[in-house]
């Protein structure tokens, strides 16, 4: 996957989300390493045999970590194959992603998280890890091969959709977890207040005769898994949390020095449900879109670190499951093409740093995880993303390289492309100039 001509990037904006440095910087990639970073436009005098990339004052940045994306391969390749996904992740800047393990047969046993990881060496463009089910078939009955999953390489451990309501064999599975030291991410909802919910209840769900869910469903699930982690210790992950009561729950969750994190997806920092509009079905999220008071207060975590990873959240869906009456119809969008522009958006409307930004879908989750990705160091891996951030562009679902085309970005202007992609010291994308 590595490249043995040694690159020297000049003359970019560098930002390294680790020590914070937001500023002029120059790197040289070597051997599908990153052998120097200097923080001043250039090296001065490079031997004749580097090839030299001017970035023209565009940022270079670690390429992103995106730890929940799902696709359809295994059992369902017509929504996305794990290639069609890899090249995707490489348009959008993304050069490490984490499949999630509901696929068809569920990702709950090593065999299935090694076919993952051996079908993604094989296509060798964006580094592909697997998350391995909490319990058997994800139907949160019975406990799944969690220790062996772990052996066979899974990054952490999660029902993905599926909340597990018995709370003995979530205790079970937190558990056991901490014995292997492995994360265990769940989604905070009560099944039973959101059973066949479309939207968040409230005024405009009723307006729109939406079947709905209110917020407090997430809250009282919320509260169950931080007592349940601080009983037993093990390392907890919320799930694309969405709603200021949450928020409240989990900052005095840290403060009793619980080992609990927390993810945002990029739809949920983007857009409130009043984007539905006209029954929009791309707007059709799970979780679903929140009232704008939650959005701003979920744009104030992420700023303040309360939540320190962003998701894509990429749940592709075919044009036949969207094309229904907005009850009916799949819920999820894509994301991988558009996660760091969306995030980006939060930067020209001067919300949160740019660093902090980057370091949300880069260090953090590389750090949470245990990977060497997200930095931009010697020693490093050559993930990098080079990124004109003033660039503007409308987005066409229809042209986006993902098989399906599900996304609520559709039609909206967007700054921020992506000029070059780099994995592993290998140049996984390129925009046509």
Known sequence: MTTSQTIAFINARLVEPESRYDGPGALVVREGFIADVVRRPDFGKLSDDIRVVDCNGAMLAPGLV??????????????????SACRAAAAGGVTSIVIQPDTDP???DPATIDFIQRRARDIGLVHVYAAGAATQGLEG???????????????????????????KVFRRVLSYAKGFGALVAHRPADPYLSAGAAATEGEFAARMGLPSAPVVAERIMLERD??????TGARLLVDQITCEDSLERLERARVRGLNVSATASINHLSFNELDIGDYRTFYKLNPPLRAESDRQALIDALSAGLVEVVVSAHAPAPAEDKRLPFDEAAPGAVGLETLLAGLLSLHHEGRVTLVDLIRAVTYAPAALLGLKAGRLSPGAPAD???????APFMLDADKLISKSKNSPFDGRRLQGQVILTMAGGKVVHKALE
């Open 66 to 83: 995106d730890i929940r994306v799902k696709t359809g391969e295994p059992g369902h390749e017509t929504k996305e194959t794990l290639k």
């Open 106 to 108: 569920a990702a709950d």
């Open 141 to 167: 009955q019975r406990m799944a091969e969690i220790g062996l999953m772990m052996e066979a390489g899974a990054q952490y451990i999660t029902d993905v959709d599926r909340p597990i309501v018995d709370s």
């Open 226 to 231: 931080l007592a349940l982690a601080e009983i």
């Open 384 to 390: 990098l993303v080079l990124c004109d951030l003033g």
